[in-house]
């Protein structure tokens, strides 16, 4: 049964959240981005609440995937510049701690062993974008527009780990284009550019979350976290060696969990079907 989480439930005891609405079933923890009002947009009280709950997650392995959605019209329109007209804080060192609690909310997506399928609508602008970019899976609506806003407001485009991840996902062609800039990328060009693997309506759209999630969960739980880590490393690999030495590891130490003997006869059982048939 799906259950909202709340401060006092199990999934993240203690955590209070006002702009984030969580669900858990089970192994699965669904959250969505709940200011429609504000396209969903960044305050100071959200990005606290992100930065805590991915934060929170890396040490909850009883959550084996996580969902990201938003309510309303917009996945997510960057900062709120009605509550941020300027500065973040009159001194330097004020500014960078403020700038870093936004930059953490991707690093620990990152970090966080559960994947990440991001469900995007409407516009995923400046820290929308990088939030976007962070998740390991990204589905659209048509209405997506994505851009790196922050070179049309006097800022580097390069801000929020947009610069790593557009190059590494799209190739550095696409990420000179977007981030010098500011230009929107619709649905279309988004699928043709491999930031999103599916773009459709809603109702098709949900269909083709459910596949993703029940294709992750058909997977053992330390399989599908280490891949998650695996692939986090060999992105910033030296070389072939340190990619194979982590993938070697991560074989033996998947194949002492119940899960793989269960899933080895698994498969046998069903070639042994298919040999028969």
């Given at each position: 049964?799906?259950?909202?989480?709340?401060?006092?439930?199990?999934?993240?005891?203690?955590?209070?959240?006002?702009?984030?609405?969580?669900?858990?079933?089970?192994?699965?923890?669904?959250?969505?981005?709940?200011?429609?009002?504000?396209?969903?947009?960044?305050?100071?009280?959200?990005?606290?609440?992100?930065?805590?709950?991915?934060?929170?997650?890396?040490?909850?392995?009883?959550?084996?995937?996580?969902?990201?959605?938003?309510?309303?019209?917009?996945?997510?329109?960057?900062?709120?510049?009605?509550?941020?007209?300027?500065?973040?804080?009159?001194?330097?060192?004020?500014?960078?701690?403020?700038?870093?609690?936004?930059?953490?909310?991707?690093?620990?997506?990152?970090?966080?062993?559960?994947?990440?399928?991001?469900?995007?609508?409407?516009?995923?602008?400046?820290?929308?974008?990088?939030?976007?970019?962070?998740?390991?899976?990204?589905?659209?609506?048509?209405?997506?527009?994505?851009?790196?806003?922050?070179?049309?407001?006097?800022?580097?485009?390069?801000?929020?780990?947009?610069?790593?991840?557009?190059?590494?996902?799209?190739?550095?062609?696409?990420?000179?284009?977007?981030?010098?800039?500011?230009?929107?990328?619709?649905?279309?060009?988004?699928?043709?550019?491999?930031?999103?693997?599916?773009?459709?309506?809603?109702?098709?759209?949900?269909?083709?979350?459910?596949g993703f999630v029940e294709d992750m969960l058909a997977t053992s739980p330390l399989g599908l976290r280490l891949t998650k880590e695996a692939l986090n490393i060999a992105i910033d690999a030296a070389g072939l060696e340190q990619v194979v030495a982590m993938e070697d590891r991560n074989q033996i130490l998947c194949t002492?969990?119940?899960?793989?003997?269960?899933?080895?006869?698994?498969?046998?059982?069903?070639?042994?079907?298919?040999?028969?048939?």
């Amino acid at each position: 049964m799906s259950q909202p989480v709340t401060d006092d439930a199990d999934a993240l005891r203690g955590l209070d959240f006002r702009h984030l609405r969580l669900v858990r079933s089970g192994v699965r923890l669904d959250v969505q981005l709940n200011r429609p009002d504000a396209a969903n947009s960044l305050n100071d009280r959200l990005i606290m609440e992100l930065g805590r709950l991915f934060s929170a997650l890396y040490w909850r392995h009883d959550i084996r995937l996580v969902t990201l959605s938003a309510a309303g019209k917009h996945f997510c329109a960057g900062l709120d510049m009605k509550e941020r007209k300027g500065r973040a804080d009159p001194t330097v060192n004020g500014a960078l701690v403020a700038q870093r609690r936004i930059s953490e909310i991707v690093i620990a997506m990152r970090r966080c062993p559960q994947p990440i399928i991001a469900r995007l609508n409407g516009a995923a602008s400046g820290g929308g974008f990088a939030i976007a970019l962070a998740a390991d899976i990204r589905i659209a609506t048509p209405d997506l527009r994505m851009n790196a806003a922050f070179v049309k407001i006097g800022l580097s485009g390069c801000d929020i780990g947009v610069s790593y991840f557009l190059p590494r996902i799209a190739g550095a062609g696409v990420a000179s284009e977007f981030l010098l800039t500011g230009r929107f990328m619709d649905a279309e060009r988004a699928l043709r550019a491999g930031l999103v693997s599916a773009v459709a309506p809603d109702d098709e759209l949900d269909v083709i979350m459910e596949g993703f999630v029940e294709d992750m969960l058909a997977t053992s739980p330390l399989g599908l976290r280490l891949t998650k880590e695996a692939l986090n490393i060999a992105i910033d690999a030296a070389g072939l060696e340190q990619v194979v030495a982590m993938e070697d590891r991560n074989q033996i130490l998947c194949t002492y969990e119940p899960d793989f003997e269960q899933a080895l006869e698994a498969f046998r059982n069903r070639s042994e079907q298919r040999a028969r048939s």
